[in-house]
């Protein structure tokens, strides 16, 4: 999985970004007839009237997380912690199945435009520059504009992640003298993917598979996508990575799509097969590129080269990610005594700009990335999540009463921290209270119980340390308990 340390929402030259060329583009493009077509439309917000408190809670009433998720089809719901407007998911998808996402940017522009208010800043930032663009060039796709504005982005995002890596140094200077040396390895390398410069750079069929995962979750051809991914989860097999073992012949068959049964030639295949393991995981990759041809997808064709350029030991450019500049370095400084120092040059690494927080992170990840992810992740942040009030770390329960909505973003941040405060220090502290307004109204329509929103109210007000205005049911509270003693519940 991917694991995205969040720590600040800062964005380093945010003045320089949010100037008026792009607002007016963005402006340009929104003076445009409405997009038609009901699946396209941001659900309209619903008007509630007070109702009799002798509600009947029916068949509708929620139950489970994709019922709960499902209130945003229904009216505009808020974020818990960002109080911005959730997105469906299932609106996601559409957008990206229908081509809006590969086709042009003039048309993804307008039939995007309605998610700007939910955007977070960064991906709002990149979205203005999509549209600034459009404007100029309106049949570019997506994969162009990256590609386009990567040189610029790649010079912003150096200068914001340079003092990081200098405090880094100043922190080795301390270490002893054969940390030092493996640190002084590990800058190599990084020095290396900071310049875009070819190395000697070892295999990792746990990594390649990783990023061939994320990568398919944009492939909308979903048999091609599982073949990909089988023959590529085959390759960390163990036995690959053991000088001394054999790959087993069932692992090899299952590569080459060799059937077992029935087969009287399979000591004539057996021998024409490769030999050696480089041989197999070569060809093996090359399988998954030629698939990746067929899908024209060239960031697939890319990863599929690096890696075979990788196993038969040539020189490779290699993207540089904070993921693997955090584990590689955990790895150079495993063992060390001083466990002080080791800590803190590793919370200096979560300080790097992320793509989740800054636009120029962003666009330099996605300078090879394919139109459908460049769309998917830059509105997959505002999708609505399921929130664990109580994390689930801290033995939270899968039950209604510990449910919150929240988008994507904010969710993997409350993950990263373990911990809902931290976050909520970022946001107007209203936020909450407006969103669990709206879940009273949703109570008011007979969709939640009382009860379930009582206690979704109390495990966030224990877990956050802020208190919440339920006095908007008060009467519903009243019917309730009223029930629940003629019922001896109390």
Do not use: W
């Amino acid at each position: 999985m991917k694991i995205f340390k969040i720590s600040s929402f800062d964005i380093s030259s945010k003045k320089k970004l949010e100037q008026k060329p792009y607002a007016s583009a963005l402006n340009k493009s929104f003076i445009q007839p409405p997009v038609s077509g009901r699946l396209l439309t941001m659900p309209v917000t619903d008007t509630f009237t007070k109702t009799s408190p002798e509600i009947s809670f029916g068949a509708n009433l929620i139950t489970s997380q994709s019922k709960f998720k499902r209130l945003v089809k229904k009216r505009t719901m808020h974020c818990i912690y960002c109080n911005k407007v959730l997105v469906d998911e299932d609106q996601l998808n559409r957008l990206e199945k229908s081509g809006v996402f590969s086709g042009s940017i003039k048309n993804f522009v307008a039939q995007t435009k309605q998610f700007y208010k939910s955007m977070h800043k960064a991906h709002r930032t990149v979205f203005r520059m999509i549209a600034n663009y459009a404007v100029k060039s309106p049949q570019t796709t997506l994969e162009q504009v990256m590609q386009t504005l990567y040189p610029k982005a790649l010079r912003h995002l150096r200068k914001s992640q340079n003092p990081l890596f200098r405090q880094l140094k100043n922190c080795a200077r301390n270490l002893p003298p054969e940390y030092r040396t493996r640190f002084a390895a590990f800058m190599r390398i990084q020095e290396c993917k900071l310049k875009d410069k070819p190395f000697i750079n070892e295999f990792s069929a746990k990594e390649f598979n990783y990023q061939l995962r994320n990568m398919c979750k944009t492939v909308s051809n979903d048999r091609l996508s599982s073949m990909m991914l089988q023959k590529a989860g085959l390759l960390t097999h163990p036995s690959f990575k053991d000088i001394h073992t054999e790959v087993p012949e069932n692992i090899v068959y299952k590569i080459f799509n060799i059937n077992v049964k029935h087969n009287s030639n399979l000591k004539k295949i057996k021998e024409e097969l490769p030999q050696s393991k480089e041989a197999i995981m070569r060809q093996t990759i090359y399988g998954i590129r030629l698939t990746g041809q067929k899908l024209s997808r060239n960031d697939i064709i890319e990863l599929c080269d690096r890696a075979i350029k990788e196993i038969s030991g040539i020189p490779v450019k290699v993207p540089f990610s904070n993921k693997s500049f955090r584990y590689d370095l955990i790895e150079a400084l495993d063992g060390l005594p001083d466990e002080k120092l080791k800590r803190k040059m590793l919370n200096i690494t979560k300080k790097l700009p992320t793509s989740m927080e800054n636009p120029y992170s962003f666009i330099t990840k996605h300078a090879t990335a394919s139109s459908d992810k460049i769309g998917h992740n830059l509105l997959f942040p505002s999708i609505v999540t399921i929130e664990h009030l109580k994390t689930k770390y801290d033995h939270g329960k899968n039950v209604i009463g510990n449910y919150a909505l929240c988008c994507a973003f904010d969710n993997n941040f409350v993950r990263s921290n373990r911990n809902m405060r931290i976050v909520l220090q970022h946001y107007n502290p209203e936020n909450p209270q407006k969103y669990f307004n709206e879940i009273f109204e949703v109570v008011r329509s007979g969709e939640l119980s009382v009860e379930d929103c009582l206690m979704q109210v109390r495990t966030f007000e224990e877990q956050s340390g802020q208190k919440i205005d339920t006095s908007a049911i008060a009467d519903l509270i009243e019917v309730s308990e009223t029930k629940n003693k003629k019922r001896g519940k109390f």
